[in-house]
Nanobody, 125 residues
Framework: QVKLVESGGGSAQVGGSLMLSCEYS?????MGWFRQAPRKAPGQERE???????????TYADSVKGRFTISQDNAKNTLYLQMDNLKPEDTAFYYC???????????WGGGWNYWGQGTQVTVSS
């Protein structure tokens, strides 16, 4: 059973920074961050934020390009999301996801098999 545990969420000011971490029990080929905004109805799909594959290639949502950076340290079994220049619309519950096979649509949550429990990020002015 793959286990993913997120940490690092919290509150930040507009323009500030936060770093999220996700500890994983085993290294899988594709890993990513997704988020669900507070006003989304339960069951509405999570928004893909950033994905990193085993060959080092990355994919970002347009809304976070140039502001967020995904990285991982397999020696520490940890995935990171550095979030800079935060905006109020970044407020959401952030989830770590992983899969052994790269999902065809990287930023679509429905293609991922393993999920963490999530961590809250709140950005205020």
């Amino acid at each position: 059973q793959v286990k993913l545990v997120e940490s690092g969420g919290g509150s930040a000011q507009v323009g500030g920074s936060l770093m999220l971490s996700c500890e994983y029990s085993e290294t899988l080929y594709s890993m990513g961050w997704f988020r669900q905004a507070p006003r989304k109805a339960p069951g509405q799909e999570r928004e893909g934020v950033a994905v990193i594959d085993g060959d080092g290639s990355t994919t970002y949502a347009d809304s976070v390009k140039g502001r967020f950076t995904i990285s991982q340290d397999n020696a520490k079994n940890t995935l990171y999301l550095q979030m800079d220049n935060l905006k109020p619309e970044d407020t959401a519950f952030y989830y770590c996801a992983a899969d052994r096979v790269p999902p065809r649509r990287r930023l679509w949550g429905g293609g991922w098999n393993y999920w963490g429990q999530g961590t809250q990020v709140t950005v205020s002015s």
